[in-house]
Every structure is written in structure tokens, then in C-alpha cells.
């Protein structure tokens, strides 16, 4: 069974810094790995997708990184602002569907 | 522009009760999903579809059950509603396997 794990649970930086947010999951037979931003009492909002085959994806000040191998993706976000301010979730895909992680939740302080 | 809709957004029910949540999408999409989300627990699958007649279990699906008619809609039914059954419930859905998932807006149940 798929586990994924989320470093930092939590996180709050000032405005303007460069942030890491770490994933790793168990079983590396995957699909894919997906990104999401949750805002509270909100749906998921998908951010990057990168393929199995993949090993980075970009997107505007995301960029996302997977190393299939050694069961890690990371998500870097360049420049934080107030409004990157959510819970971040990671989410590989197997033939089980998607397994979630807990979740990063960030506070970026003006 | 194409969507994925629940409803409805808020129900209180009680014990016992026979629930249906709706899910409707138009991405005509084959792959439907259904999650529910818990503080503790995060994100778990309940049960999913990948395509008209077809429906298979996820992770947490005792309590539930699900059935495709179409390609736009995936209701979700709690036969007998339990209190363990007080959740936020996320439907999802993607073109196939392997591609990106959408989510609807969630629908908050709670069970008295």
C-alpha cells in the first residue's frame, strides 16, 4: 500500500523567501505524481502534474521535481507572496488512483 | 467553460438515513472519482469509476456505494448514515488513468 509523506506539516516565512516543500512516498510504481493548492474550506486546485518519466515541471514560480527511484518530489516555490498562502498536497498515482499526502500548510506573512 | 459540480455544498443528516451526494462533471471525462477528506487522515478514496457501468472500490468504501448511468454524473449513496460517516466529500475527475485529476468544490456532511 502507498504512503506519502509531507516535510514540513507546517510553515511560515516572510514575504519574498524561496521555499522547499518535501514529498516522498513508498511505492515508486507510479504514473505520475500530482501537485495541489487546497485554500480553506475549498476544493483541490491542481498544480503541476509531472509524468513518471518526468523529472521536473514547471509553472510560472512553481517548479516541481521527481526522483521516481528514491520515492521523493519536491516543490519549490520562487519569491513567496501573501497569496501563496494554502495547504500544498502531494499525490502520486498508481493503479490504486491517487494516494494524498497530510499536506504542507503555509503562511506566507506580508 | 468545462466544470465539476456537487451538491449539495452543506447537509445535516441524521442516523440511519439513506444519503445521496451528487456529482456532475462536463469535461466528458471517463474517470470519476470520489475522496473524502478528514483532519488526521487526509484525502482517502472511496470508491471510483473509469467509465458507463463501471465502479470499483477504493481505500474506505464500506458504508458506501456508487453507480454510472452516463459519463457526466457519479452519485455517491451512504446506505445507513453513521456518525463515523461525518466528512468532507471530494469528487474528482480525469480524461484517464495517468492524467490530471479535477476536483469539485467539496460537499460538508454532517451526521447527528
Known amino acids: 500500500k502507498q504512503e506519502v509523506t509531507q516535510i514540513p506539516a507546517a510553515l511560515s516565512v516572510p514575504e519574498g523567501e524561496n521555499l522547499v516543500l518535501n514529498c516522498s512516498f513508498t511505492?515508486?510504481?507510479?504514473?505520475?505524481l500530482q501537485w495541489f493548492r487546497q485554500d480553506p474550506g475549498k476544493g483541490l486546485t491542481s498544480l503541476l502534474l509531472i509524468q513518471s518519466s518526468q523529472r521536473e515541471q514547471t509553472s510560472g514560480r512553481l517548479n516541481a521535481s521527481l526522483d521516481k527511484s528514491s520515492g521523493r518530489s519536491t516543490l519549490y516555490i520562487a519569491a513567496s507572496q501573501p497569496g501563496d498562502s494554502a495547504t500544498y498536497l502531494c499525490a502520486p498515482e498508481s493503479a490504486d488512483g491517487l494516494t494524498f499526502g497530510k499536506g504542507t500548510h503555509l503562511i506566507i506573512q506580508p | 467553460d468545462a466544470e465539476i459540480t456537487q451538491s449539495p455544498r452543506h447537509k445535516i443528516t441524521e442516523t440511519g438515513r439513506q444519503v445521496t451526494l451528487a456529482c456532475h462533471q462536463t469535461w466528458n471525462h471517463n474517470n470519476m472519482f470520489w475522496y473524502r477528506q478528514d483532519l488526521g487522515h487526509g484525502l482517502r478514496l472511496i470508491h471510483y469509476s473509469y467509465g458507463v457501468h463501471d465502479t470499483n472500490k477504493g481505500e474506505v468504501s464500506d458504508g458506501y456505494s456508487v453507480s454510472r448511468s452516463n459519463t457526466e454524473d457519479l452519485p455517491l449513496t451512504l446506505e445507513s448514515a453513521a456518525s463515523s460517516q461525518t466528512s468532507v466529500y471530494f469528487c474528482?475527475?480525469?480524461?484517464?488513468?495517468?492524467?490530471?485529476?479535477?476536483f469539485g468544490p467539496g460537499t460538508r456532511l454532517t451526521v447527528t
Open positions: 511505492d515508486s510504481a507510479i504514473y505520475n
Open positions: 474528482a475527475s480525469s480524461g484517464a488513468q495517468g492524467y490530471e485529476q479535477y
